[in-house]
């Protein structure tokens, strides 16, 4: 695709539903993350895929945090028994990071509110 | 770790007036990037610099990195409207992830 789309755009979830953000990364991009933005806040990191191979996961705030990306493309990041302090904007990047430092393009992100 | 620290926090300037943000690193800087964000949105690349004393131009807006490489400047001249929204500094961090400062909220007055 011309872009990294995310999807839904809005999540309203009410405290202990399960949710599932998708991300569909740019054709041919071999790396993929997933960043949490919190209100007035810079991204920060959750888990890093370099094809289907999660090699980073340092940044998921609890187990009731999961991504996978099954088949080295499209990523679902699925977060259980959702809290009211896990209301943030997701982002999902792309790059072409295993061919040396290069910029990672964003989504437009799903802004989650946990009510 | 690396951490990363954008000044200001927050910037109102005159439309036609320039600015300065600057980005400053615990670490030595290998990649820094700079994005721009738009409020509710994803992030755009602007620039990325990886050199020492090394620094681009795209139309108004100038990035450099310091010899020492610990430190970013994003230099905006003649600002307009357009140019409002948050900057994004972010570096190359152990484990092919990048890690970003808290951003530079920047408005501009008509």
């Known amino acids: 695709g011309a872009g990294v789309s995310q999807s839904p755009r809005y999540k309203v979830a009410k405290r202990g539903q399960d949710v599932a953000l998708r991300c569909d990364p740019i054709s041919g991009h071999v790396s993929l993350f997933w960043y949490q933005q919190a209100l007035g806040q810079g991204p920060e990191f959750l888990t890093y895929?370099?094809?289907?191979?999660?090699?980073?996961k340092s940044g998921l705030p609890s187990d009731r945090f999961f991504a996978e990306r099954p088949e080295g493309s499209v990523s679902t990041l699925k977060i259980q028994r959702t809290q009211q302090e896990d209301s943030a904007v997701y982002l999902c990047?792309?790059?072409?990071?295993?061919?040396?430092?290069?910029?990672?393009?964003f989504g437009q992100g799903t802004r989650l509110t946990v009510v | 770790s690396q951490e990363l620290e954008q000044s200001p926090q927050s910037l109102i300037v005159q439309e036609g007036k320039n600015l300065t943000i600057n980005c400053t690193s615990s670490?030595?800087?290998?990649?820094l990037y700079w994005y721009k964000q738009k409020y509710g949105e994803g992030l755009i690349f602007l620039m990325m610099?990886?050199?020492?004393?090394e620094e681009k131009s795209h139309e108004k807006i100038t990035a450099k990195l310091d010899e020492k490489k610990q430190q970013s400047s994003l230099h905006i001249t003649a600002s307009q409207p357009s140019h409002a929204g948050i900057y994004l500094c972010g570096a190359d961090s152990p484990g092919d992830k990048i890690i970003f400062g808290k951003g530079t909220r920047l408005h501009i007055l008509p």
């Open positions: 895929f370099q094809n289907e191979a999660q090699l980073d």
């Open positions: 990047a792309s790059s072409h990071r295993d061919r040396g430092r290069t910029e990672a393009f």
């Open positions: 610099l990886q050199k020492g004393g």
């Open positions: 670490k030595t800087l290998y990649g």
